[in-house]
């Protein structure tokens, strides 16, 4: 190994305390990238929840024209068969 390639690109806490030269330089980004570490982990969680009620929203809504359109094939199921069989036909003729 050269000299160049024998020193530790990243080094230590040790190692830090061993050189007088620069090592507030290294703290001080060592404090930079946490505070931006901790500010990112913040947003991610602000995301995580506000996505978590969009889904619960979502599932929600879901369920319910779900729970309708079940409702409507049971009380029309020759109309819901003929609707199903003009969409499959429309369907196939467009991607021919």
């Known amino acids: 190994m050269n000299a160049e390639t024998a020193s530790n690109p990243f080094p230590t806490s040790a190692e830090q305390g061993q050189s007088s030269s620069g090592a507030n330089g290294l703290n001080g980004d060592v404090n930079r990238v946490r505070k931006v570490a901790q500010t990112l982990h913040e947003a991610v969680d602000t995301l995580e929840q506000k996505l978590g ?3 619960d929203k979502m599932m929600s809504l879901q369920q319910e024209y779900g729970d309708m359109a079940r409702e409507q094939v049971r009380a ?11 969409a499959g036909f429309v369907i196939a003729k467009i991607l021919r």
């Open 53 to 55: 009620t969009s889904s």
């Open 76 to 86: 029309n199921p020759l109309a819901a068969l003929g609707v199903a069989f003009a």
